[in-house]
C-alpha cells in the first residue's frame, strides 16, 4: 500500500531535516503505531503520504513516496487524498462547515460527485462511525469526541483505503478518547482499512497493533517491530528518548530492573495479569510505597472555599461546593469535561467572580484582595502556555516579575542565571518564548509564574500534548517545589499522573465534590470512579484483576507501588526460606 | 453567537439573495425621502414580514430592534439641541429647557431622521434573522458564480470569529492572573494591544494553517469548479417575493405621495424652508 524509500524532508525554514533516510513498508490491512518524542516529524511523515509534502507545503524532499502505486511527486494531492485520509488533533480548527451533513459532503463536492451520490455516501459514512442520528446537528452542539468521529466520517466519506490518525485524541478528555478508540477498533474489525496511528495514549489500543516504527529525535528510523519486539527488547532505549510506552510494559521493564520475574513483557492488563498472579505479596507491605498523606483539617489552610456556587445561563456549573486545601499539599481536580473543575480554578484566582459562597486565600476574601497582590500569592498557569507570553524575549519574560517585585538587577542576574540552568533554556534565553518547543514553553510558563514568588500553584493540564520526557520533567519540578513548601494544585485527566503525584484528590462531578481525600484510597472506591466518568490509571485495573488471587494487590497503581510491593514481598519469602 | 433562527418559515425557504435583493430599491429611496410617514410606513411592513412570514417570535423581534430604537432616539434627542440655526428661524417655539428653545421644525426633523435610520437598520432583519451565513455564502457562489475557493475562505474565516473571541478572553484572564491590569491611557493602549496581539496572532495563523490542512486532506480546490450537495436556486417563490415586496412598496409610496405626506425629495432635511 505504501512504500517509502531514504525519504529525507527539510521544511523550507527549517534549521534541520525532520525525516532523515526513511524506509517503511506497509501492507494492506495493517495498523501500524508510529512512536517518537514530540517534533521528531512523525506528522511530516504523515504529511507526506497523503500529498501535502511536497505539494502543499515548501521544503526539500529527496527520496520516494509510493502510495497504491502511485508517486506522491508526481501525483496531484487530490488523487492521492482520496487514497489517504488523515484526521488530525485539534477537532475544533479541522471544521469547515457549521453543520454535520455539510461537512460530511465536503470533500464530496469538490470532488465533483453528484447530489445523488452524496446523499447515499453521507449515510454510509455517518453509520460506519455510527453517528447517524447526528446528521442534522450543528458543530457547536458536538462534543471532542463527537467532532473527531464526525471529521473520520467526512474522511470516509470519500472511501479513502489508507487511513492515519495523527494523535486525534490529544485534546479529548478520558471518556472521549475511549469512545473515540472504540470507533477505530471497529473500522480494524469491519473494513479492510490500512491504518496507521500517531498516538500515546497506548494502554487501550496496543492490541490492534501489528507493528510499531519509533522515530528519533533526528527524524531517523529507530526501530520497527512488533508492539512486543519493541516494548520488550528496545525498553531502555524508548525510556530514555522519552517515549511514552504502555504502563503495563513499563511495569515489565521496572520489574526487570529489580530482578523480580523476568517475564515476557506483556502488552495488556489480561496477560499482565496472568504474569503476576502467581507472585506472593506480604499483607503490611503493599501498602507501602505510599506516604506523605496531608491532613486536610488544617487550621490555616492556604487555600479555603466556602459554600461556593456558580450559575451560567441558568446552567448550574458549581453547587454548593467548599473546600480546604492545606499548605504544602498537592492536590488533584479531577472529573468528566463539564464538570466544573475550570470554573472551580477560575474562582480561586478572582477571573469569575461567584454567585454565591466565598474563596480565602490565606483566611482573606479573594474578593478584598487586589489583583497585583493576588498575583503574587496565587499562580494561575493556563492550558495554553503562549497565553502568558507577555514578553519579547526568554529572559525578559523571565525577569518581569522580579522587577516588578523590586529585586536588584544583581540578585536578577544570578536568579536568571540558575533558573536558565535548571530548565535548560540557556541557549535560548534572548530569543523569543515562541520559539521553543512545546515542552519548554510550558516550563517557561511555569517559571514565569515562579518569579512572582507565589506559594500556591494551580496548573490546568499541565502534561496535555506533552512527550514522555517534558512531563516528567514538568512533574518533577512540580515535586520539588511541593517540598519547598509551595502547595499545588492541578486539574487532570491523567489519572496515573494522579496516582503518582497527587497527594489529595478532589472529584467533581455535575459541579458538586463527591470525593475528597487521599489518591490511594479512590483508587479503591469504584462506585466514584465511575460515577465521576474517571478512567483509572492501566496499572490499577491491573491490580483490581489481581486483588481476586490476593486482597493485597488491591490499590496498586504506579510501577513503583507494584515493585516495592513485590520487592519486600520477595525479600520477605527469602528471609522466610532461609529460616 | 446565532443570527438565524432554525423556524421552517416562509422566509427560511427562500434563497439567501432574494431577501438581499428586495429591500434594496426602498434602501436607496428611504435616503432621499424627508418625511416621517414614509419610514413608519416601512417599519410596519419590515415588522409585518419579520413576525409573519419568518415566524420570529414578537418578544425575539423587540429584543433585537432595542439597540437599533435606542439609538434612533439618542440621534432625534441630539437634533432637539442641534438643529441648523437656518431651520429653526422661523419656527415655532414648541417649550424651551433652561436656555434651549426647543422648536417645532426641530422636533420633526429629528423624528424624520431618526425614523428614517431605525428603518434602514431594520430593514435588513428579514435577511439576517431567518438566513444561515454558510447558506448565504452558498447561495453567492451558486448564483453569482463567485469563485469557490475565494468564498469558503470568508466562509471559514466566519467560523473563526467566535474561536477568536474564546481566545481573547482567555488571553485576557491569563494575563490578569500574572497581576497585569489593564490600565488605561494612550501608552498603557499601546502596550495592550501588543500584548493581546502577538499571542492573538500566532493562534490565529497555527489555527488557519490546520484548516488548511484539513480542507486540502479533502481535496479543496482539485478542480476549478464544484458541485453543491444542496443546490440553492432561485425559484418561483423568490420571483413571488421580491416582486410583491416591491409592488407593496410602491402603493406605500405613491399612497403617501397622492396624499400629499410625502415631503420634498432630496438627501439633505431642509433643502425646502
Known amino acids: 500500500m505504501i512504500e517509502v524509500t531514504n525519504l529525507c524532508f527539510k521544511y523550507e525554514r527549517g534549521s534541520k531535516h525532520s525525516l532523515n533516510g526513511i524506509d517503511l513498508k506497509i501492507g494492506e490491512g495493517e495498523v501500524i503505531l508510529v512512536l517518537g518524542p514530540s517534533g521528531s516529524g512523525k506528522s511530516t511523515l504523515a504529511l507526506t503520504f497523503n500529498g501535502l509534502i511536497p505539494h502543499s507545503f515548501p521544503g526539500e524532499m529527496s527520496g520516494m513516496v509510493h502510495v497504491c502505486g502511485m508517486e506522491s511527486f508526481k501525483t496531484p494531492v487530490y488523487e492521492l487524498t482520496q487514497k489517504v485520509g488523515i484526521v488530525f488533533q485539534d477537532p475544533e480548527a479541522q471544521f469547515v462547515s457549521m453543520n454535520v451533513e455539510d461537512e460530511i459532503v465536503f470533500a464530496l463536492e469538490n470532488l465533483c460527485y453528484p447530489p445523488e451520490k452524496m446523499e447515499e455516501r453521507l449515510v454510509e459514512a455517518l453509520s460506519k462511525v455510527d453517528m447517524l442520528d447526528y446528521r442534522y446537528r450543528d458543530v457547536y452542539s458536538l462534543s471532542g469526541g463527537e467532532k473527531q468521529k464526525i471529521l473520520l466520517a467526512a474522511l470516509m466519506a470519500i472511501r479513502p483505503s489508507i487511513l492515519i490518525f495523527d494523535e486525534p485524541t490529544a485534546n479529548l478528555d478520558p471518556m472521549g478518547t475511549l469512545e473515540f478508540f472504540e470507533t477505530v477498533k471497529s473500522l480494524k474489525e469491519t473494513d479492510k482499512h490500512t491504518i496507521i496511528l500517531i498516538e500515546h495514549k497506548l494502554d487501550d489500543l496496543i492490541h490492534i497493533i501489528d507493528r510499531v516504527v519509533v522515530i528519533g529525535k533526528e527524524g531517523t528510523k529507530l526501530v520497527e517491530g512488533t508492539p512486543s519486539e519493541v516494548f520488550g527488547e528496545h525498553a531502555a532505549m524508548l525510556i530514555q528518548e522519552g517515549i511514552w510506552m504502555p504502563q503495563t510494559a513499563l511495569l515489565a521493564n521496572k520489574l526487570k530492573e529489580n530482578d523480580i520475574n523476568s517475564c515476557d513483557v506483556p502488552l495488556n492488563i489480561k496477560e499482565a495479569c496472568e504474569y503476576l498472579k502467581n507472585l506472593k505479596l506480604h499483607p503490611e507491605n503493599s501498602k507501602n510505597g505510599y506516604s506523605g498523606v496531608v491532613s486536610n483539617d488544617n487550621l490555616n489552610p492556604a487555600l479555603e472555599v466556602r459554600y461556593l456556587s456558580f450559575s451560567y445561563d441558568k446552567n448550574k456549573i458549581i453547587e454548593n461546593f467548599s473546600l480546604k486545601v492545606a499548605k504544602g499539599d498537592f492536590l488533584a481536580i479531577v472529573g468528566a469535561n463539564g464538570a466544573g473543575k475550570t470554573t472551580l480554578a477560575k474562582h480561586l484566582v478572582n477571573i469569575i467572580r461567584p454567585s454565591h459562597g466565598k474563596v480565602f486565600i490565606e483566611g482573606k476574601d479573594v474578593l478584598d484582595i487586589p489583583t497585583k497582590d493576588l498575583s503574587h500569592k496565587i499562580g494561575y498557569v493556563f492550558q495554553n502556555p503562549e497565553h502568558q507570553f507577555i514578553k519579547n524575549t526568554v529572559e525578559e519574560q523571565l525577569t518581569f516579575g522580579l522587577e516588578l517585585n523590586g529585586l536588584s538587577p544583581g540578585e536578577i542576574e544570578s536568579w536568571l542565571d540558575s533558573t536558565l540552568e535548571r530548565f535548560r533554556i540557556k541557549p535560548y534565553a534572548k530569543m523569543s518564548p515562541y520559539m521553543l518547543s512545546h515542552g519548554q514553553k510550558r516550563l517557561l510558563s511555569v517559571a514565569t509564574m515562579l518569579t512572582l514568588g507565589q506559594d500556591i500553584l494551580i496548573l490546568d493540564e499541565p502534561t496535555f500534548g506533552q512527550d514522555l520526557k517534558s512531563s516528567r520533567e514538568l512533574l518533577a519540578l512540580l515535586d520539588s517545589l511541593n517540598q519547598e513548601g509551595k502547595t499545588i494544585i492541578i486539574i487532570t485527566h491523567d489519572m496515573t499522573l494522579v496516582a503518582k503525584h497527587a497527594k489529595n484528590v478532589v472529584v467533581m462531578n455535575a459541579g458538586k465534590a463527591i470525593y475528597s481525600g487521599s489518591a490511594h484510597e479512590l483508587f479503591k472506591n469504584e462506585e466514584i470512579l465511575e460515577k465521576a466518568r474517571l478512567t483509572p490509571p492501566p496499572l490499577l485495573k491491573l491490580s483490581s484483576c489481581l486483588s481476586k488471587y490476593d486482597e493485597n494487590w488491591k490499590g496498586l497503581s504506579t510501577p513503583e507501588e507494584f515493585v516495592n510491593a513485590l520487592k519486600s514481598a520477595n525479600t520477605l519469602n527469602s528471609q522466610e526460606g532461609s529460616k | ?273
Open chain 2, 1 to 273: 453567537m446565532k443570527f438565524f433562527y432554525y423556524d421552517e418559515s416562509f422566509l427560511n425557504k427562500l434563497n439567501p439573495l432574494s431577501k438581499v435583493i428586495a429591500p434594496i430599491p426602498i434602501f436607496i429611496l428611504l435616503c432621499m425621502i424627508n418625511d416621517v410617514w414614509t419610514p413608519l410606513a416601512f417599519i410596519f411592513l419590515t415588522a409585518f414580514i419579520v413576525v409573519v412570514l419568518g415566524k420570529i417570535p414578537v418578544t425575539k423581534f423587540l429584543k433585537i430592534s432595542a439597540p437599533i430604537l435606542v439609538f434612533s432616539v439618542s440621534i432625534l434627542i441630539l437634533f432637539l439641541f442641534a438643529t441648523r440655526s437656518e431651520l429653526t428661524a422661523g419656527s415655532p417655539v414648541l417649550f424651551s429647557i433652561g436656555p434651549f428653545n426647543i422648536y417645532q421644525i426641530s422636533l420633526y426633523a429629528g423624528s424624520a431622521i431618526a425614523l428614517r435610520i431605525y428603518a434602514l437598520l431594520i430593514l435588513a432583519l428579514p435577511f439576517s434573522l431567518t438566513t444561515e451565513p454558510s447558506n448565504f455564502i452558498r447561495s453567492i457562489i451558486q448564483n453569482l458564480n463567485l469563485p469557490y475557493k475565494f468564498s469558503y475562505g470568508v466562509m471559514v474565516a466566519f467560523r473563526f470569529l467566535p474561536m477568536m473571541e474564546t481566545e481573547f478572553n482567555v488571553v485576557r484572564s491569563a494575563h490578569k492572573v500574572m497581576g497585569i491590569a489593564d490600565e488605561s491611557g494612550v501608552r498603557s493602549y499601546f502596550e495592550k494591544t501588543k500584548r493581546y496581539s502577538v499571542p492573538l496572532l500566532v493562534n490565529a495563523i497555527r489555527i488557519g494553517e490546520r484548516t488548511a490542512l484539513s480542507m486540502d486532506g479533502r481535496a479543496f480546490g482539485a478542480f476549478e469548479e464544484r458541485t453543491f450537495f444542496r443546490e440553492i436556486e432561485f425559484k418561483k417563490i423568490d420571483w413571488i417575493y421580491i416582486f410583491s415586496f416591491w409592488t407593496v412598496s410602491a402603493i406605500i409610496l405613491i399612497t403617501l405621495y397622492l396624499t400629499g405626506l410625502m415631503g420634498e425629495i432630496g438627501f439633505y432635511f431642509g433643502s425646502f424652508g
